[in-house]
């Protein structure tokens, strides 16, 4: 809780007087006492807290003194009788109560939240802005030429980026910090998630190595037939490399890991250098590469996963949103051509084989 300096401080501020408080209904009393017009900062306050941990770095996020701070957390715990938070060390630590709170307060503000862009839609159906979540490949390779030529299309739409992979995709959809997610269609298979979809064309796992490896035929590699070479894969948290272990162990086949890393574009230098075969995404731009690039396979069936756009159904999505995923989609038909097989040249090869942009 806040020092007496904090308190005392505050204290001053109030007597300056503030702006109305925004209350959530009218102010009416319920059996439980606590007033059902509570003021939507308190909670505001009490989430962005929990979430920094301590008054001063809250105070900055939220551009509020910290007094004033200070005094709409203690505010909020009078009204509900509850204490909120306790003092550990030069942090605030949630206590027990405070922690089942924490994410029915989350609610209330997304579902304002979600009233306002609600109402703003409604002004204006062709304006407003559209949060998306993609991949670091998806983000060079589509989005860095797609963005420009929606805004044609749009443009009193704003896009909003933001970078995840994996699991994260997802989860930031969930917690209603973006309205729709570029991600595997898999990942929102087999659990019980409220997600709707639009497919986008699938990825295909491609096999890129030196000009002078004789890789595979037709444009085509056989998963096993990469047992001798050193591979350069993403980690695990690349939902493509969860696709591919799981080839792998369908196929018997271990593989020879010289790395692993999040750099999809390390992966490619290296295997230009000739340090070994990088397994990547068809998504991801090769052509700045002087690569060779066959597509990966089993049992002559090409590995493929499919891709999609994907949101929280629970949550109004706004009305040029299945427009943008229309348009993304055609688009990354144009860009993100299946690779072709490097066809013999005399002399020595120039460029990449495949291009994903």
């Known amino acids: 809780m806040p020092d007496r300096r904090a308190v005392d401080a505050e204290s001053t501020i109030a007597k300056q007087g503030s ?4 209350l959530i209904c009218s ?3 319920c059996r439980t006492g606590i007033s059902l017009g509570m003021d939507l900062r308190h909670l505001r306050t009490f989430v962005t807290v929990a979430e920094q941990g301590t008054v001063s770095k809250a105070s900055l996020r939220l551009r509020i003194a910290q007094p004033a701070l200070s005094r709409q957390i203690m505010e ?4 509900l009788g509850l204490k909120l938070f306790h003092r550990v060390r030069r942090r605030l630590a949630l206590t027990g109560e405070g922690e089942q709170l924490l994410g029915d307060c989350r609610t209330v503000l997304g579902a304002v939240g979600s009233f306002s862009e609600r109402a703003q839609r409604l002004r204006r159906p062709d304006t407003g802005i559209l949060k998306v979540a993609v991949s670091p490949q998806t983000l060079e390779s589509v989005f860095s030429t797609f963005l420009r030529q929606y805004a044609k299309q749009r443009p009193n739409v704003q896009i909003k980026l933001t970078e995840a992979v994996g699991s994260n ?11 729709i997610t570029i991600s595997m269609m898999r990942s929102i298979l087999g659990g019980n998630h409220s997600f709707e979809s639009f497919p986008l064309p699938p990825v295909d796992f491609l096999a890129a190595c030196h000009t002078s490896l004789q890789l595979g035929s037709a444009g085509n590699v056989d ?16 939902g493509v490399r969860n696709t591919f272990d799981a080839a792998c162990r369908l196929a018997g086949f271990k593989p020879n890991i010289f790395i692993e890393s999040r750099s ?6 290296l295997a230009e250098a000739g340090h070994g075969v990088a397994i990547v995404p068809s998504v991801l731009s090769t052509h700045r590469y002087r690569l060779r690039i066959v597509r990966l396979a089993h049992r002559g069936r090409p590995l493929r996963e ?3 756009a994907h949101w929280d159904k629970r949550r109004a999505l706004p009305p040029y949103a299945k427009d943008f995923c229309e348009s993304l989609a055609a688009h990354m038909r144009e860009v993100c051509p299946i690779a072709q097989p490097a066809r013999p040249k005399r002399g020595p090869a120039r460029g990449a084989v495949a291009r994903g942009a």
Do not use: C, M, N, W
């Not at 702006?19 to 925004?22: D, F, K, N």
């Not at 909020?76 to 009204?79: F, P």
């Open 19 to 22: 702006a109305s408080p925004i």
């Open 27 to 29: 102010v009416t009393s």
């Open 76 to 79: 909020l715990e009078e009204e």
């Open 169 to 179: 995709l997802l989860a930031l959809v969930e917690r209603g910090e973006v309205h």
């Open 223 to 238: 998963i096993v037939k990469l047992a001798p070479y050193p591979l350069l894969l993403l980690d695990s948290s690349f």
């Open 264 to 269: 999809p574009q390390g992966l490619l230098a």
């Open 306 to 308: 499919p891709l999609g």
